[in-house]
């Protein structure tokens, strides 16, 4: 008998892919959401008010300092507690949240773990784009928003666009954890099925091999969509 | 009277770098401002077109009324829309092409109709040499093609007057030539514009009024014969010297 | 709020969570030490292109930083004793499960310090090789008084960042046994079903020395190199 079944680490494979879905609605969501966060935040803490300004600036402290398995744990243990304590003290009733689904949970996890990273990252994609070009924007006519829309946003998402892929392949790798608060993802298959077949290595080499095939697969496509986007900082060879 | 502006002043840092400047412009006037580096000439442009806020002083443009420490958002938006600035480093938007660049201020900023703006937009690049260039994007093309198309972005929106910020400091020296010669094409066409810049044979030849300041203040203004021939103040004469050597210096010194 | 949270509870833990603290600092400094000699090894098998090393230096790379830290520790934590005893080491599963797990985060950090030490050294400006080989040095000085201490400045800040991250990983170790702060508050919380109370103690903790090695990370760099600066551009430029 070889040390490594390579048979059986495929079957674990063929397994094991079913529960990508839920790894990429993990990851995928959460980038989303934390977008929406991080621009967000980065808009508010160049215009917003005093008192603002300082709350995001202890959440982007705090959100990358605590490690994402606590605030998991934070998140699972807080979060119903929060709705509880809202019921009954205040007769608050979030629609039908009486027991919040773990995935949920673990998507604002890594949500407000992320987020506070974007924050960071969209700062320095604003600050990337020079200061001229709004001053240019403005002085033709255009108003602060429009300036945004159609000069600013472009070439700060532009250059955001590698980190968000580096914050990406992270989630998919932060997605392992889950299961801790009960929610099946590749390792928590994997970890299931080691339970049965006792075939420890074989199984979780298999778990790694399709997160690693992720990994090179994702960095591979980000690097194309930073070329697609990019067109106009391309020289004077090509201009399609 | 185009654009009247009084008393305008402004510290930055406890220094002050604007002390009580006035201008007037007409219709049609090419003037030229004049002055070594510090004087506070790039500082007074900028105040005109709100890029940065002087203190005290009151803008007459058009007939709009201004107090530069509390103006009016709306109303700086609508003197944007009737004037015009080119900038040292030419400012192009990065992610347009030089034909967007130009029909941005149009479409986005006056919400005229595509197609018309486009029109305008190519009349604006043609004038300025670089129709062949309309779909190139800022990087692909040289420092004079840059600020031309900038020029041509200045000019599409048919401003009351075109403000310049150095238009050719950034500039290596062969291309200052091409585009110092759209300025003056646009100055002989009756174009109003205010212009910073270092360029003294641009204010001899193009300009209606030569503004000399120095120290944050106006210390000469009038003609370009009456400035470049006939300066009065000590100051003027100084500066002269120092930018034109050989037309004012003495003569022994060059040896 | 009394039932919703309690405060005292949570003040009351604290110091007990904090006892196991060494434990998160013995991990983050063995894989330190362990992963930053790694990680030069590796980054000097690259960029020196040693034939059949390089390449596996690069798979090895990828594989570490393209994997989960999770995944990796369950893979060596209960498939590396497997292997083990197949190879014939039958005290495998005598082994202290410790030492696993610092195998682990020493393996991890390599992956990536070196990567962070190969950029780094690449980082440096062909032109400074150049410049001091001209000046007559050979091929290791050079590298010796020019192009390593440049690296190493390059290198610093990302190192720091990823001890911090790697500070940050050994949340995870109770995954696999380890009995740290992680698992107390695990444990406690069972018991007493004040979790959350439990878990801000650990966050509060984590937080502490996380702003600890980061900003003491960045002094230590900052105090360091405060002198040498002036005298590495006068050795290059004025030889």
């Known amino acids: 008998m070889s040390i490594v079944e390579i048979s059986f680490v495929v079957e674990m494979m063929g397994e094991l892919l079913h529960y990508v879905p839920v790894t990429l609605a993990l990851a995928g969501g959460a980038l989303l959401l934390a977008v929406v966060i991080g621009i967000a935040g980065s808009l508010m803490e160049q215009w917003g008010p005093y008192w603002l300004r300082r709350i995001l600036a202890v959440y982007v402290l705090l959100g990358r300092a605590v490690p994402t398995m606590i605030m998991l744990y934070l998140v699972y243990f807080g979060l119903p507690l929060l709705l509880l304590a809202l019921r009954e003290e205040y007769g608050v009733t979030i629609i039908g949240m009486e027991k919040v689904p773990a995935f949920i949970l673990a998507l604002l996890a890594l949500t407000l773990h992320t987020g506070a990273y974007l924050i960071k990252v969209f700062d320095s994609a604003f600050l990337s784009v020079d200061k001229g070009q709004l001053e240019a924007g403005l002085a033709t006519g255009l108003s602060v928003w429009q300036s945004y829309r159609q000069i600013i946003f472009p070439q700060a998402f532009l250059y955001a666009i590698p980190l968000l892929g580096n914050q990406f392949l992270g989630l998919i790798k932060a997605t392992s954890i889950v299961f801790v608060i009960s929610v099946v993802e590749i390792l928590g298959a994997a970890k299931v099925a080691c339970a049965g077949s006792y075939r420890y290595l074989e199984t979780y080499l298999a778990a790694a091999l399709i997160y690693w095939g992720f990994s090179i697969v994702f960095e591979y496509l980000f690097i194309r969509a930073e070329k697609y986007w990019g067109y106009y900082r391309r020289g004077s060879e090509q201009l399609c | ?188 066409e009756g174009i109003t514009m205010i212009v910073v810049t270092h360029e003294m044979k641009f204010a001899q030849e193009a300009a209606s009024k030569v503004v000399f300041m120095a120290d944050g203040r106006v210390i000469e203004e009038g003609t370009p014969q009456e400035i470049f021939l006939t300066p009065k103040k000590e100051r003027t004469k100084d500066f002269l010297k120092s930018v034109m050597p050989i037309e004012y210096g003495d003569p022994a010194i060059l040896i | 709020m009394g039932t919703y949270f309690d405060f005292g509870y949570m003040i009351k833990s604290f110091p007990l969570l904090l006892s196991y603290v060494h434990i998160t600092l013995g991990l983050t400094a063995a894989a330190a030490a362990g992963g930053l000699a790694l990680g030069a090894l590796l980054a000097l098998a690259i960029l020196k292109k040693i034939p059949v090393l390089a390449q596996l230096a690069r798979i090895y790379i990828s594989f570490m930083r393209g994997t989960p830290f999770l995944v990796q520790l369950f893979l060596f934590y209960f498939g590396l004793p ?149 005298a590495e551009v006068q050795e290059v430029e004025y030889c």
């Open chain 2, 1 to 188: 009277m185009l654009m009247s502006v009084r008393h305008v002043s402004k510290k930055f840092a406890g220094v002050e770098v604007l002390k009580d400047v006035n201008l007037d412009v007409d219709k049609g006037d090419v003037v030229v401002v004049i002055g070594p580096s510090g004087s506070g000439k790039t500082t007074f442009l900028r105040c005109l077109d709100f890029l940065e806020t002087a203190d005290s002083g009151h803008l007459d443009f058009d007939n709009l009324h201004f107090d530069f420490h509390a103006a009016d958002k709306k109303k700086i938006v609508a003197l944007r829309k009737k004037t015009a600035f080119v900038f040292q480093n030419y400012n192009l938007f990065a992610n347009k092409t030089a034909l967007e660049n130009v029909t941005l201020g149009l479409t986005v900023g006056r919400g005229i109709d595509k197609d018309e703006a486009e029109k305008l937009g190519r009349q604006a690049l043609r004038k300025v040499g670089l129709l062949d260039k309309a779909d190139y994007y800022p990087n692909q093309l040289s420092g004079g093609q840059q600020q031309r198309v900038g020029i041509a972005r200045a000019i599409a929106v048919k401003p009351g007057v075109i403000l310049f910020d150095e238009p050719t400091s950034a500039l290596d020296p062969q291309l200052v030539g091409e585009v110092l010669l759209v300025m003056k094409q646009l100055a002989a």
């Open chain 3, 82 to 230: 497997e292997l083990l005893i197949q190879l014939g080491f039958t005290a495998a599963h005598s082994v202290p499960g410790i030492i696993y797990v610092s195998l682990v985060f020493v393996l991890h950090m390599g992956g990536y310090g070196a990567e962070l030490m190969r950029t780094a050294i690449l980082a440096v400006p062909a032109g400074q090789r150049e410049a001091a080989l001209a000046c007559g040095l050979s091929e290791w000085q050079s590298y010796r008084q020019v192009i390593f201490p440049q690296a190493i400045k390059i290198a610093a800040d990302p190192l720091v960042n990823t001890i911090v991250s790697t500070l940050k990983d050994t949340s995870l170790v109770f995954n696999v046994g380890i009995i740290d702060m992680m698992r107390k508050a695990d444990l406690l919380g069972a018991n007493s079903q004040r979790n959350l109370e439990l878990y801000i103690d650990t966050a509060i903790i984590y937080i502490l020395l996380v702003l600890a090695l980061h900003y003491g990370g960045k002094a230590v760099i900052r105090f360091l190199s405060r002198k040498r600066e002036k």
